[in-house]
């Protein structure tokens, strides 16, 4: 009894001890528990007790910012990659929210944060929150702290196809600051890895040796070592020296495992490599072996590999995953079990939709697309190759399924989440675009950009990046249903149309053939003359003078090309919409030779534009899916700055604005009226956007613009505008060019339209030519005021350009007609279905009247009966 009432008031005493204790020291308390033992269970009662705590001063905030860091470091440990970027990100906000200090939040939250937004396929938010440690670091002359940002900035380059900034970069490190040998040797081992992705072996070779010499003696590198000696194996590997390979790999495996405290994804990355490197000595049992122990490393329910692949529900977003699931499909190809490998790649599918909701920025999501892509490409020719030996079509409208979800993902979801985003998110992502944009125009500066005015920029946007998240649903998921063909048919017929969809993969040309209810497929290798023959086609575009200087030679390059391609056949079809992708996006079809001539006079070739009312479509979805256009009188706001008296004056813009102003009501903006605050102010209130204008395509690293009277507007800084037009006219050089993504197209003038919400877009391919371009235009409006649909105004258009008397022969290159293209719906303005639905009324309300009529005669002719 005696010694229960100790018990008794033992507890009591803690219990008050508890009670009394400051929420500071219960954090500390509550932190020590769970690292004293970390599993599962004790992480989840560590979520549970966050969530009493109600934190009020300094302190009490940087207890929860280092219970966070320790939450997430743990999470990443157990392969809880979501909850872990969120915990840091948690910590970070509060730690800037609050202007904390007395804490290291670069080691312990930045760091982190910063490799797991890499190994997500997040680039933007990784480069971001490195080059903020780095301004941090460089400030307080922090050299460790700025090695690591360095590296680690390298690494987000590496992995998002900046390859050559990621040497620049580590090279320039090396010539300018102050290194010990094993900062020295940690550095070449990274810009050997650099070397070794842009396949200069050579190069690599030599860093990833000499680091091994700097770094062989300190036992604090040894993953450093391992990493070095892994990629000389991969090196090795490639060039078919697998003794070699196999030395360096047992090398990079014995050191690895040696290493304490190695996170699993690091381990299964191991076993990762030693199963490509099997794979690529054709040891195929011993790769499904090391495949397996990836997975038993990765999924916890995942025990025994005899009963197959990994289950759905099992899976997570990690990409070691997905790299072995990828292998392994490859594993099931060379074993002859196509369903099989179909099967491993659904799953991969699977895997990258989990990644998509955790990426804010544009450019991550296209980047991501990349291996999506290049996963879309096997399926493909499995799914071909599956056709072919069973004559089932079903698998050609898989194919075709397949293709259609790789094109303008990003541009659909951005379309799809501006119906359902709040105010306030909307007014959230339109602030980051901004910021974005601002970093991007302070970046042209190169030498002269204040770095810190882009730190500022990038701290205010990784703000606004956290508040957004913090505002979406957690249950968020991206749409991903396949295209219903069967409707799509159904349109087609509808349209009197065929469809051309394109895959540009990297081993060849895929062209679906959507026409009369069945889908065919046609493979143009790449491995023969195909690619050069499209290059040098594109090239005669690049001069005006360069088609007129060898007419006969690209009669004959341009009709090869079009025997390249496959189109619908017969004349069943009056409309073709075209797909393209890669660098088919700046192919102008409509002047493909589709019957050859030796004969010099341009108007007299029969081109595919004699075939067919030709429009382009980013995606089949789009098509499917177009809006019909507004019931309302066409109204035109034209844009023109004309630049009088300067170098850049458009003097046949002139003649463009009169001939508008003749046929259409509306508002002309001209000269220093043409400012981009006038435009948007305006663009809302009128159903035809035309601007003629000065346009640049940009390069690798400067974005498409256009020119307003007042200023240079990036194609980006058009996202928001939130237009709904009946057309976007572009009339003006280069607007449908820009940094192209497979997948997603062209960095374009004519993509900030798409996402500001225009449909329906007439925009260019190359410089056009002033004069050319305001005698097309005029052609092309006068058929719009001739109620055609914009595709038919488009195509009568250039035919009327051809068989105009005034133009002489040399002005009637394909150069000066062929440019413009027209995206958008094939159907005429919806006052056309109007007038049937008012004809039908009138008709309706006529007959009626005579049916009265007759009945009321009939009636009177009966009581005249029995009078």
Known sequence: MKSFLLLLLFTQFTFAQNVNQPLEDKIYNTIDTFIANPNAESLQKLVSEEIKFIPKTKPEFLAIVILNCNKAYYENQFGLTHKAILSYEKAWQIFQNHQLNNYDITEYCLKPLGNLYTIIGDYDNAENTIKQYYFIANTEGNQQQKMASILNLSNVYQSSGKNDLAIALVEKTLKTEKLSSVQKGILLNNLGANYMIANRFGQAKVNLRTSINLLQNDKTQTTTLSNANRNLALIYSREQNFNL??????????GFLESKNQEPRKIARIHYDEALLFFEQGKLNEATTSIAAVFKVLIPNYSNPKK?????????????????????????????QPKKALECYALS???????????????????????????????????????????????????????????????????????????????????????????????????????????????????????????????????????????LFQKLKKDNAGMVAYFFGTKAIYSFIVQNGEISLRETSLKGDALPKIMSFLNYFNDANAITNDAKGFNRLSHNVYNEFRFPQGKSNKNLIIIPDGILNFLPFEALITERSINTNFSKWHYLLNDFTVSYSNSADFYLNSKSLQNKNETVLG???????????LTFSKVELENLKKSFKGKYLDKEQATFANFKANSANYSILHLSTHAASGDIFTPASIQFYDQEVLYSELYHLNVNPNLVVLSACETGLGKLYKAEGAMSVARGFQFAGAQNLLFSLWKVNDYSTSVFMDYFYKNVKNKNSYSESNHKAKLDYLQDANIPNVKKSPYYWSAMVYYGTLEPKSETHYLVYFSTILLISFSLFLLFKKLKNGRITKSSGKK
Not at 314 to 331: G, H, P, R, S, W
Not at 639 to 649: L, T
């Open 639 to 649: 844009v023109f700055p004309i630049f009088e008296n300067r170098p850049q004056e």
């Open 349 to 487: 599918f699977h895997i990258e939709d989990l990644f998509q909701p955790l990426l804010i920025y544009e450019n991550s999501k296209i980047i991501t697309q990349i291996r999506n892509r290049n996963r879309t490409e096997k399926c493909i020719a499995i799914y071909q190759s599956l056709f072919q030996k069973e004559n089932n079509k079903q698998y050609l409208k898989l194919a075709f399924q397949l293709q259609e979800k790789t094109k303008s993902s990003v541009l659909k979801e951005y379309l799809s989440d501006s119906k359902i985003l709040s105010e306030e998110e909307k007014a959230i992502t339109e602030q980051l675009q901004n910021w974005s944009n601002v970093i991007l125009k302070e970046q042209q500066k190169m030498e002269s950009a204040n770095i810190s005015k882009i730190n500022q920029a990038i701290k205010k946007q990784n703000e606004l990046m956290l508040l957004l998240k913090s505002k979406r649903a957690k249950t968020a998921e991206t749409s991903n249903e396949n295209i219903n063909v069967s409707l």
């Open 245 to 254: 390979a196999n030395s360096y790999f047992a090398k990079a495996k014995k």
């Open 308 to 336: 197959g692949l990994p289950k759905k529900n099992m899976l997570y977003a990690e990409t070691v995953l997905i790299d072995a699931l990828d292998l392994q499909a490859q594993l099931f190809s060379e074993q002859n």
